[in-house]
Nanobody
């Protein structure tokens, strides 16, 4: 089970930090990250990471968003700086678990981020 928090309203240029609390151990996840669904659009990948420290960040948010985790607390984070109106979306936490050769995707319920003046 995944639960996001930290969303809200912010003016352009502002910052927010999203948090995702995982009920299971992130150490067992093959991959984890953040996706978002802008209004009227499909869900898109924002930032992901595997079991190592390498991250994969979408070009649209590169140099502004940072993904990180604390496996001791089973927490995943998304630091968002220099927010733009086009970053407005529902943000979802995601993990992928590999079990007996099959991949299982888990999603949080989402948290709304609104960037406007």
């Amino acid at each position: 089970q995944l639960e996001e928090s930290g969303g809200g309203w912010v003016q352009p240029g502002g910052s927010l930090t999203l948090s995702c609390a995982a009920s299971g151990s992130l150490l067992t996840a093959a991959a984890m990250g953040w996706y978002r669904r802008p209004p009227g659009k499909e869900r898109e990948r924002v930032a992901t990471m595997g079991r190592g420290e390498a991250t994969n960040v979408a070009d649209s948010v590169k140099d502004r968003f940072t993904i990180s985790r604390d496996v001791t607390k089973n927490m995943l984070y998304l630091q968002m700086n220099s927010l733009k109106p086009e970053d407005t979306a529902i943000y979802y936490c995601w993990t992928a678990i590999i079990d007996k050769g099959a991949a299982y995707n888990y999603w949080g319920q989402g948290t709304q981020v609104t960037v406007s003046s």
